[in-house]
């Protein structure tokens, strides 16, 4: 004995039964209400170029133990919090590696790169100088 037929039926009957009521009224109209202009909704920027640069290198450094954080303003002077497990002798060739990224990014602007350790004292400073002379454009000062 199969009941699918009846409960299908039941169902049918229920959906149908719907079907017989009037469609509802429509509310009354009322006068249209004056509405203040809607506000121009927000201009989306671009990110600059500095941010772009900036997402690149957290982006890479990211679970490298190398760099901990990295900021950058419109000076383009690029602060790098260096974890511990980066060694004196390394700071040097990594703020170089940096440096060249920047000029790569930057050209024709004077650029710094600021190394941190991880208690926040600055370890080094080396910058990047346009208008000197090719063999004295870049200057590293450690703080160590």
């Known amino acids: 004995m199969n009941h699918k037929p009846f409960w299908i039926a039941g169902l049918l009957a229920m959906l149908l039964a719907g079907c017989d009521d ?22 989306l920027r671009a990110p600059s170029k500095q941010e772009q640069f900036l997402a690149r290198i957290k982006g890479s450094a990211a679970g490298n133990n ?34 060249r990224e920047m000029r790569d990014e930057f050209p024709g ?24 002379p090719a063999d004295s454009n870049v200057s590293y000062k450690p703080n160590f």
């Open 22 to 43: 009037p469609p509802p009224k429509a509310p009354p109209s009322r006068p249209p209400v004056a509405q203040a202009p809607a506000a121009p909704a927000p201009q």
């Open 66 to 99: 190398v760099i901990r954080d990295a900021r950058m303003n419109r000076d383009n002077e690029l602060g790098v919090v260096f974890d511990t497990q980066v060694k004196l002798d390394q700071v040097r060739p990594l703020m170089t590696t940096l440096l």
């Open 109 to 132: 602007r004077p650029l710094m790169v600021i190394g941190y350790a991880p208690n926040g004292q600055a370890m080094a400073t080396m910058g990047y100088d346009p208008s000197a």
